[in-house]
């Protein structure tokens, strides 16, 4: 059974830096990892992802402040997030391909002065 555990979300004020951590275990080997966020009130939604190949995709709007990197051999990705705004309040959840997708708990980013 592979499970997602996503670490690194805290209070922060506008313009700080935060960087995210999920993790995968339980397989040898992992597929295509995301980074997904749910606001208050609002539905979950796309912020980037990448394969094992490193290729990254991310979502229209994150204007370059936000980075995905992959640790293949810890099944590790990371979401560096730079220039944080309130707006990037959310749960941050992790997704992780395998023969289907597992999904982590999530990690709270908070954004306020």
């Known amino acids: 059974q592979v499970r997602v555990v996503e670490s690194g979300g805290a209070v922060v004020q506008p313009g700080e830096s935060l960087r995210l951590t999920c993790t995968a275990s339980?397989?040898?080997?992992?597929?295509?990892m995301s980074w997904y966020r749910q606001a208050p009130g609002k539905e979950r939604e796309f912020v980037a992802s990448?394969?094992?190949?490193?290729?990254?995709n991310y979502a229209s709007g994150i204007g370059g402040r936000f980075a995905i990197s992959r640790d293949n051999a810890k099944k590790t990705i990371y979401l560096q997030m730079n220039s944080l705004k309130p707006e990037d309040t959310a749960v941050y959840y992790c997704?992780?391909?395998?023969?289907?997708?597992?999904w982590g708990q999530g990690t709270q980013v908070t954004v306020s002065s």
């Open positions: 990448i394969t094992s190949y490193l290729t990254v």
């Open positions: 997704e992780a391909l395998y023969d289907r997708a597992f």
């Open positions: 339980g397989t040898s080997s992992i597929g295509k």
